[in-house]
């Protein structure tokens, strides 16, 4: 009626499917993306810290042969002519009763605290979080109730008390400690991820894609999953830092990682023996425990400042 | 007007400090407000009329604000340079704010009558040694004000259960209850459905007028403003671009932008709508030289894009332009003469 | 008219909001819709107005198969919408719907290109689908380039004619609009609605438009429909609706609008200016749901429901004691 816009010219603009161009873009719109993620997380000093701190002990843990002074101490060693050497020149965090240097056995000691985590998250976060989204999409349904019901019960079991009966029940090893672990923990993200999911799913862009005809996989994987990576990578790096802590305290209780093995829980118990005299045999190990913890609650904080900001 | 303004904002400049660089989302804003008068404030999404306001509070965060040039005075005192008591002291018992969203201005843990008491408690030294009862009656005339019935039983309600022309009108209640002398109204009605929000405006509008209250009316309804100001800022981009007497606007919008938003308004009359003003508000970091207008504008020369223009008068002074089209007419014409912008 | 392309019939939608007793649990509803008819011509955009609680989402959610009804029924062309529990795909195809906050109705995770292949890729099985993007994206006059950008590189109105273009990607004949330009600035509006009605009349679309923006509504709706609470008071071509309203709702709601010029202003019923509240949609005044804040409220009005009746020529219809035969009057 009041219209006087001509006929576009329906020339089809060949540049934009260009897919020389197309990566240039795909190249600059990641490029901006981390730059600006950049930004906002090296604002907190104390993240950069963490992340410092993170990247420093996973190297430390991947090349700890090359780093640790005394490799072959990580083994079983004894060396009793320098047994229980206070920190020194030689023995920068001094040596157990049987000789070992502790310095050593810690940078080892972060192996196996990171592969923990590592291998207790990669069991725990694709179930919870499949779960949760699941349970989260069909909210009020039967299988919400199923699933949460499920999720529930392994809540109300002392976290700890499962582990330890687990880890009782089986072999006293790594691996037995790491299934106690995951069987513990899969709900807190379940948990999580059925909030995110159950208020996702009334996003008008969800409702686009279903009234469209998506199919649910297709609404589960790519409309909702994409929009909660942020809240799932921060839980997770604050993750890392407590399934150290209950690794350790697995190992303390000697349900873990066995003797010679260097497990920073393991030596911690090791050394509380020690005490008060000899501290550095369980002080070191105890504070390398808290370095790990420390680094990744930092740099979950840090993510969790990131992600929030990003929403504004 | 010879007396000092009530609140005079000079050449205020605000920059945000961001990824990439710096936003510059004011650009030397000019606003002043005499005693008793209603102004309004009017500009699209991201025009900075809610940052003006933020700096005129002094509760825009710096960082990632700079203020980096620019006074504010508030009955002739340098509001930036303002100590955190005297700040206080503005804020409890100069100015007033009403904000959009009623639902989120009031916090939904406490009674109506405690929060409003509180505001009547905290406004001033003096409002803190009042008895109990006096800060009581207070309350209930604060909301006997805004024609709600029964406000007895009324303080002792939670906001949720309120509806949300209550809620407004509680909110008004409460932002008058200390006698300010300049109530600064953010979209009071936005939230509103249209019949509730023409009542809580013509009640907002009869109490201002009643205690002589200043207003600023920030909104992007221009149908709101004429409805209720004396006088009108039209922001554009981090700038004012027009101010004028609220019917001079109306009848005569002047600077081109003015003129595009009034196109645009859909109107109650019919006769299709105009599909606006082309283009995009600017990006705040690298904004247009010159007039920040001159890239949608439909009559820009080329002195548009070289010089920001300053706020030029149209007949007289109470009605300016910030538009080179305004100039003298022997310049304006030497600028047309310089040929197309390029 | 011609040819209908939708037709509510009899449309109820009451919700469960809580129950109430301790043994004998009585649900408490809210009735969001209560027998709502209207129907709609090919190529027509009809208006549904009111305010919050009006039921007009409602009825947008439930055509778009987001609700059932609770009795009544929608035909599109005919085929029942309701008939199979869950919506063929082919039913999916022929009505789309745009949403009114695009920052809300476009994945912030997916790129223009990735949100506009979803439907051709499960409606246009086979088509070249970049080249289909391209051609959607002309059709809404935005640059090819366009596609690659994420919603939050694009402005309030690029987002939602974004938005438009995705529910012509499967190439409807019906789109809901639910209030497709309330979230933007006056200033990018115009542009969006004047897109709309070229769009309309290049692909013969039919419109069924949400608004509480009565202006917008002046110049785009070719029928006006206004609801109170859940119930049709008045429905009118727009010239009627706007120039001679009937219902005493319609004359509030028009006194109330800001106006920007003397001309809009002689529109306007001085003589009914609003007031009271809009009461809660779960405690229904009995009557004419109106009653309380009617400026013409009779004795009847607050016994009786009255019901549709015809006012004026062309179908306009409204729900008012005075306008029904003197019998009913006092």
């Known amino acids: ?312 | 007007m010879a007396e000092t303004p009530l609140l005079e904002v000079k050449n205020l400049s605000v920059s945000f400090r961001v990824y990439g660089g710096m936003l510059r989302v004011l650009d030397g804003v000019n606003l002043t407000v005499h005693a008793g008068e209603k102004v309004g404030l009017v500009g699209e999404t991201g025009c900075g009329k809610t940052t003006t306001m933020k700096t005129i509070l002094r509760v825009v965060p710096q960082p990632p604000a700079v203020i980096n040039s620019g006074e504010i005075r508030f009955k002739g005192r340098e509001v930036l340079k303002m100590r955190q008591r005297e700040l206080t002291d503005m804020r409890g018992q100069g100015i007033s704010m009403i904000f959009q969203d009623p639902t989120a201005a009031l916090n939904p843990v406490f009674t109506v009558g405690q929060q409003l008491e509180a505001a009547i408690r905290y406004a001033s030294a003096e409002s803190r040694r009042m008895p109990r009862q006096e800060v009581r009656r207070r309350a209930v005339r604060a909301l006997s004000e805004v024609a709600l019935a029964d406000p007895e039983r009324l303080l002792d309600s939670y906001p949720a259960q309120l509806s949300g022309g209550m809620r407004q009108r509680v909110c008004i209640g409460m932002a008058l209850s200390t006698e300010p002398e300049l109530l600064i109204a953010d979209e009071p009605g936005t939230a509103l459905d249209v019949t509730i929000q023409d009542q809580v405006l013509r009640l907002l509008h009869r109490l201002v007028e009643e205690k002589h209250t200043s207003v600023i009316l920030i909104t992007h309804t221009l149908g709101i403003v004429r409805q209720i100001t004396d006088r009108v800022y039209v922001m554009y981009a981090g700038s004012v671009v027009e101010v004028a007497p609220t019917r001079r606007l109306f009848a005569q919008p002047s600077h081109p932008y003015t003129q595009g938003l009034m196109a645009a308004v859909p109107r109650l009359s019919g006769g299709g709508i105009s599909d606006g003003i082309p283009g995009r508000i600017p990006d705040y970091m690298n904004p247009p030289t010159g007039c920040r207008f001159h890239p949608r504008c439909p009559h820009a020369m080329p002195v548009c894009k070289r010089q920001k223009p300053a706020l030029l008068a149209i007949e007289d002074a109470e009605h300016q332009a910030a538009c080179f089209l305004y100039d003298a007419p022997e310049r304006v014409r030497a600028y047309q003469q310089e040929g197309g912008l390029t | 008219m011609s040819e209908i392309v939708l037709r509510v019939e009899a449309l109820k939608k009451h919700f469960v909001v809580a129950h109430k007793g301790l043994i004998r649990r009585e649900p408490v509803t809210v009735k969001a819709v209560d027998g709502v008819s209207f129907e709609i011509g090919r190529g027509e955009t009809v208006g549904l107005v009111g305010e919050s609680g009006s039921g007009k989402s409602t009825i947008a959610y439930i055509a778009m198969g987001m609700y059932l009804p609770t009795s009544g029924t929608i035909y599109y062309r005919d085929r029942d919408l309701f008939r199979e529990k869950k919506r063929p795909l082919d039913l999916k195809r022929e009505i789309q719907i745009v949403f009114q906050d695009p920052s809300s109705s476009l994945n912030p995770r997916q790129t223009v290109r990735q949100i506009l292949e979803l439907p051709l890729r499960i409606h246009q099985a086979g088509a070249n689908r970049l080249e289909e993007v391209v051609r959607l994206l002309d059709l809404v006059d935005l640059p090819a380039e366009v596609m690659h950008k994420y919603p939050r590189q694009l402005s309030g109105g690029e987002r939602q004619i974004v938005a438009i273009a995705r529910a012509l990607a499967t190439r409807p004949s019906l789109v809901v609009l639910d209030e497709p330009t309330s979230a933007l600035d006056v200033s990018v509006q115009g542009k969006v609605i004047n897109l709309l009605i070229r769009l309309q009349r290049e692909l013969g679309l039919t419109y069924l438009f949400i608004s509480h923006d009565l202006s917008v509504m002046r110049n785009f709706a070719s029928r006006v429909a206004i609801l109170y609470l859940g119930r049709i008071a008045e429905v009118a071509s727009t010239r009627q609706f706007f120039e001679n309203p009937q219902h005493p709702y319609t004359q509030m709601l028009l006194s109330s609008i800001p106006v920007i010029s003397e001309e809009e202003e002689k529109l306007r019923p001085a003589k009914v200016v609003s007031s009271g509240e809009i009461p809660s949609p779960v405690n229904l005044p009995p009557g004419c749901s109106f009653h309380t804040r009617c400026p013409y409220v009779m004795d009847v009005c607050r016994r009786v429901d009255p019901a549709l009746v015809e006012v004026g020529d062309n179908g306009h219809v409204a729900r008012c004691h005075l306008h029904e035969q003197p019998l009913a009057q006092k």
């Open chain 1, 1 to 312: 009626m009041l219209n006087n816009a001509s006929q576009p010219d329906h020339a089809v603009g060949r540049s934009a499917i260009d897919p020389h161009r197309l990566a240039q873009i795909e190249r600059r719109n990641r490029r901006e993306r981390w730059g600006r993620a950049w930004y906002k997380f090296s604002r907190n000093p104390l993240s950069v810290l963490g992340l410092i701190m993170v990247v420093t002990i996973t190297l430390m843990a991947i090349f700890a042969p090359f780093v640790a002074p005394y490799p072959q101490h990580a083994e079983p060693f004894t060396d009793f002519a320098n047994a229980s050497k206070p920190p020194g020149g030689q023995y920068l965090f001094g040596t157990d009763e049987i000789g070992r240097d502790i310095l050593s056995r810690c940078i080892f000691g972060f192996r196996y605290a990171l592969v923990m985590g590592v291998a207790v998250l990669s069991l725990v976060v694709p179930v919870g979080v499949l779960l949760g989204l699941v349970a989260g999409y069909f909210q009020g349904t039967i299988i919400d109730t199923i699933i949460m019901r499920v999720t529930d019960i392994f809540l109300s079991v002392p976290p700890l008390i499962l582990a330890l009966a687990v880890a009782s029940v089986l072999q006293p090893n790594l691996t037995n400690a790491m299934l106690a672990v995951s069987l513990m923990w899969w709900p807190w993200y379940t948990r999580l991820v059925y909030g995110l999911a159950s208020a996702l799913r009334n996003e008008y862009f969800v409702v686009s894609a279903e009234t469209i005809g998506a199919g649910t996989g297709h609404i589960l994987f790519r409309e909702i999953l994409p929009n909660m990576v942020s809240p799932i990578l921060t839980k997770m790096s604050l993750d890392m830092g407590w399934v150290v802590i209950i690794g350790s305290m697995l190992s303390f209780v000697g349900l873990g990682v066995q003797p010679p093995t260097p497990g920073l829980g393991t030596m911690v118990a090791a050394g509380a023996r020690f005490l008060p005299d000899q501290w550095w045999i369980a002080i070191f190990p105890a504070l390398a425990i808290v370095v790990v913890v420390l680094g990744f609650n930092l740099l979950g904080d840090g993510l969790r400042d990131l992600f929030s900001a990003e929403e504004s």
